[in-house]
């Protein structure tokens, strides 16, 4: 499918089955426009949109699907409740027939929303709109389901019960769910697969495990989370550990990674990109003895700084990393700028990823 919109193209290609498939990417990445063309609320220049056999939109044989004959629920960032309905006659909206009345109780105790049902939009919390919301968009029993962030401004505790009720009701209907998010959390809370959008393009997919933990671009790795990326080059093959050394680009500092092959040509000669997260990282103020970790760096703290019941710690080591510690840890090891410390690193925390000129040259 293609479509391009002012000075952005979208040209995606891709199979979602029965079950949740996450739409993972930053904002402007084209997500929101995925949705859209699916829904039928935007047209594609070109290409094929198909429910099984049924077929939405096919640009060359000039099939398009009217929005209300798709059979697509959708769930949207601002939710898009009628103000002056309550939660029943919003849930029940689209219904109609002898059977609106049973489906819309249905649907509003699978929902633990039967208490709600009188009550108009401004009457009720967040998390019972989002639950409204999702509620109108299921009660028509559709063939596919989109949502756009609907868990964005909700806190974790609800956010956690709203994933269950989804993954209870699809469990019994089993529909295609695409689900998009910017929350690592939910990736792997509700994802069975992931997608990953940038500029329009799908960059990676696979399981939540495969794409977040081991992502080979650099841009999935900071959507995953890796708050560490460095060029670097390799300056030595370790075939017989499986592991090779990588020296940080301008700066003496080296990692023992894992042996990967990130391109054409001998591993020696490779430039690529290595990846860390934050909070894989051990701080010790003594230097450490006796471990397993093949990377032990010293170092000097530049910042402290507390992020909810994380510290997030700025230590320079010939490079500057960025370490994730708990407040426990940072009291324990009485951390203050300027402190030494050593920086722990194992072997397989260590993400290797192509650089920019390998990338390139594929």
């Given at each position: 499918?293609?479509s391009?919109e002012q000075?952005?193209?979208?040209?995606?290609e891709?199979?979602?089955a029965?079950?949740?498939t996450i739409?993972?990417?930053a904002?402007g990445?084209?997500?929101t426009?995925?949705?859209d063309?699916?829904?039928?609320l935007?047209?594609p220049?070109?290409?094929?949109?198909?429910i099984?056999d049924r077929v939405?939109?096919?640009?060359q044989?000039?099939v398009n699907?009217?929005?209300q004959?798709?059979?697509i629920?959708?769930?949207?960032q601002?939710?898009?409740?009628?103000?002056?309905?309550s939660?029943?006659?919003?849930?029940?909206y689209g219904?109609?027939g002898?059977g609106q009345?049973r489906?819309t109780d249905?649907?509003?105790?699978?929902?633990?929303?039967?208490?709600?049902?009188?009550?108009?939009p401004?009457?009720?919390s967040?998390?019972?709109?989002?639950r409204?919301?999702?509620?109108?968009?299921?009660v028509?029993?559709?063939?596919?389901?989109?949502?756009?962030?609907p868990?964005?401004?909700?806190?974790?505790?609800?956010k956690?019960k709203?994933?269950d009720?989804?993954?209870?009701?699809n469990?019994?209907?089993?529909i295609p769910?695409?689900y998009?998010?910017?929350?690592?959390?939910?990736?792997?809370a509700?994802?069975?697969r992931?997608?990953?959008?940038?500029e329009?393009?799908?960059?990676?997919?696979?399981?939540?495990h495969?794409?977040?933990?081991?992502p080979?671009q650099?841009?999935?790795?900071?959507?995953?989370?890796?708050?560490n990326?460095?060029?670097?080059?390799v300056?030595?093959v370790l075939e017989?550990?499986?592991t090779?050394?990588?020296?940080?680009a301008?700066?003496k500092?080296e990692?023992?990674?894992p042996?990967?092959?990130?391109?054409?040509?001998?591993?020696?000669?490779?430039r690529l990109r290595?990846?860390i997260?934050?909070?894989d990282?051990?701080?010790?103020t003594i230097h450490?003895?006796g471990?397993?970790?093949?990377n032990?760096l010293?170092g000097?703290v530049?910042?402290l700084e507390q992020?909810?019941?994380?510290?997030?710690v700025?230590?320079d080591?010939?490079v500057?990393?960025?370490?994730?510690?708990?407040l426990?840890?940072?009291?324990?090891?009485e951390?203050?700028?300027g402190?030494?410390?050593?920086?722990?690193?194992?072997?397989?925390?260590c993400h290797?990823m192509?650089g920019?000129?390998l990338?390139?040259?594929?």
């Amino acid at each position: 499918m293609a479509s391009a919109e002012q000075d952005f193209f979208l040209e995606t290609e891709c199979v979602c089955a029965a079950g949740i498939t996450i739409l993972f990417g930053a904002s402007g990445a084209g997500k929101t426009t995925l949705l859209d063309c699916i829904a039928g609320l935007k047209n594609p220049d070109g290409g094929r949109i198909a429910i099984g056999d049924r077929v939405l939109f096919d640009g060359q044989a000039r099939v398009n699907v009217p929005v209300q004959r798709r059979k697509i629920g959708y769930v949207f960032q601002d939710l898009a409740l009628f103000p002056h309905l309550s939660a029943e006659e919003n849930i029940g909206y689209g219904l109609g027939g002898n059977g609106q009345k049973r489906r819309t109780d249905e649907i509003l105790e699978s929902f633990r929303i039967a208490h709600l049902r009188a009550r108009k939009p401004r009457e009720i919390s967040g998390g019972e709109r989002q639950r409204v919301a999702l509620a109108r968009a299921l009660v028509t029993d559709p063939c596919v389901l989109l949502l756009d962030e609907p868990l964005a401004a909700l806190d974790t505790a609800t956010k956690g019960k709203m994933i269950d009720d989804l993954r209870d009701w699809n469990r019994a209907h089993g529909i295609p769910i695409i689900y998009v998010t910017h929350s690592r959390e939910e990736v792997f809370a509700l994802g069975e697969r992931v997608l990953v959008l940038e500029e329009g393009k799908i960059v990676a997919q696979g399981t939540p495990h495969e794409v977040m933990t081991a992502p080979h671009q650099e841009s999935v790795a900071q959507l995953a989370g890796f708050e560490n990326v460095f060029d670097a080059a390799v300056v030595a093959v370790l075939e017989y550990r499986g592991t090779m050394r990588c020296r940080v680009a301008a700066s003496k500092v080296e990692l023992e990674t894992p042996l990967v092959r990130v391109g054409p040509g001998p591993v020696s000669s490779a430039r690529l990109r290595v990846g860390i997260r934050a909070g894989d990282i051990l701080l010790a103020t003594i230097h450490p003895q006796g471990l397993s970790a093949r990377n032990v760096l010293p170092g000097r703290v530049l910042s402290l700084e507390q992020r909810d019941m994380i510290v997030v710690v700025r230590v320079d080591c010939g490079v500057e990393m960025t370490v994730h510690l708990t407040l426990a840890a940072r009291d324990l090891l009485e951390l203050q700028p300027g402190k030494e410390v050593w920086l722990v690193v194992k072997t397989h925390s260590c993400h290797v990823m192509a650089g920019a000129a390998l990338e390139a040259s594929k």
